[in-house]
C-alpha cells in the first residue's frame, strides 16, 4: 500500500536532508522524507532519537539548521506568522499529555479544536455555533464517547481522555496529523483502541498520521509503513508487512553501540 499511495499526488510532508541541533549536539542529521497522503507511518527508535524533534520540524515549532521541511505545500521555517497560524491549523496534533483542560466537559474540549478558526473567545458549549455543536458530537461519537460528551473530562480514564483530544483534533478538519508517543500512558486496551481510531481516520478520511511509538508490536499492527530514527539519523523506512518485530527490535538493541 505505501508504494501504490507514494505515487499519488504531492507528498503532504517532505523533508530533505534535514539538520537539527540543540546546544551544540547534533539531534538529527541529513533526514529525508516523504509522507504521501493517506498513509500511517509509524516513527520509531530508541529514546533521545529524535522523534520528538522531528515532529515538532513538521509543524514548525522548531527550526531547521540545515535542509527543508514542506508540509501541505508550506515552509514552516520561513513562512509568515499568519501563515504558520493557518498551517498548523490544518495539522492536528495528538500528545502524550493529552492537552485537555480537566475542569471542562468532553464536548467543550472538542470544540476548543475550533478555535483557531473563530474570531471570539468562546465560554461554554452553548457559546460556540450551532452547527460545530452538531460535528464535535459526531466526531465524539466516531471514537465511542457521544455518551460521556458532558461528562469532565479529568473524570475520564487516560484512554478516553486520548480519544477526546483525537475528536478535538478532528474538529480542526486536518490534512495531517502528528502524534508524539499518543499511547505512552496509556494501558495496553486503551492503547490498541487509541491507534486502532486513529488507523480509521487515516483510512477514512484520507488523512496521513506520523506517530511516534515505543511499542514495536503496536507499530507493526497499526502503520502502513515504519521509519527508524536512531542517533539522530534514519536507518530503516520499509512497509510495514515487510518487517519482522525480531528485525526492528535489533535497532533499540544496537543504540548506543556507537554507530554516530
Ligand atoms: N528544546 C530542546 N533543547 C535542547 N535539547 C533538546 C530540545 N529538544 C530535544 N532536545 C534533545 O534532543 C534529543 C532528541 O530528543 P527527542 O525528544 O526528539 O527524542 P525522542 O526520540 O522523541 O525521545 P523520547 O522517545 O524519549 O521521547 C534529546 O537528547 C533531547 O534532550
Not at 149 to 157: A, G, I, K, M, N
Given at each position: 500500500m505505501a508504494e501504490e499511495t507514494a505515487v499519488i499526488g504531492h507528498p503532504v510532508v517532505r523533508l530533505s536532508e534535514v539538520g537539527k541541533g540543540f546546544d551544540g549536539t547534533t539531534v538529527l542529521d541529513d533526514i529525508s522524507l516523504d509522507v504521501p497522503q493517506r498513509q500511517f507511518i509509524a516513527l520509531v527508535g530508541p529514546s533521545g532519537a529524535g522523534k520528538s524533534t522531528l515532529l515538532r520540524l513538521v509543524n514548525g515549532m522548531h527550526v531547521p539548521d540545515s535542509g527543508t521541511v514542506a508540509t501541505l505545500g508550506e515552509n514552516p521555517a520561513t513562512c509568515s506568522r499568519g501563515r504558520l497560524r493557518a498551517l498548523r491549523a490544518r495539522v492536528g496534533f495528538v500528545f502524550q499529555q493529552f492537552g485537555l483542560v480537566g475542569r471542562l466537559s468532553a464536548l467543550e474540549n472538542v470544540l476548543m479544536g475550533s478555535l483557531a478558526t473563530l474570531r471570539l473567545p468562546r465560554y461554554g458549549?452553548?457559546?460556540?455555533p450551532r452547527a460545530l455543536r452538531i460535528r464535535a458530537v459526531e466526531h465524539l461519537d466516531r471514537v465511542g464517547l457521544a455518551d460521556r460528551?458532558?461528562?469532565?473530562?479529568?473524570?475520564?480514564?487516560g484512554g478516553q481522555q486520548q480519544r477526546v483530544a483525537v475528536a478535538r483534533t478532528l474538529l480542526q478538519s486536518p490534512e495531517l496529523i502528528l502524534a508524539d508517543e499518543p499511547v505512552a500512558s496509556l494501558d495496553p486496551a486503551a492503547s490498541v483502541l487509541v491507534l486502532d481510531i486513529l488507523r480509521r481516520i487515516s483510512a477514512e478520511d484520507g488523512i496521513s498520521v506520523v506517530c511516534s511509538l515505543h511499542q514495536i508490536e503496536y507499530a507493526l499492527a497499526t502503520a502502513d509503513r515504519v521509519v527508524a530514527l536512531r542517533g539522530g539519523r534514519l536507518v530503516l523506512d520499509e512497509p510495514a508487512a515487510d518487517l519482522t518485530a525480531g528485525r526492528l527490535r535489533e535497532i533499540y538493541d544496537t543504540a548506543g553501540d556507537g554507530d554516530d
Open positions: 458549549v452553548m457559546s460556540y460528551r458532558f461528562q469532565r473530562c479529568d473524570t475520564l480514564s
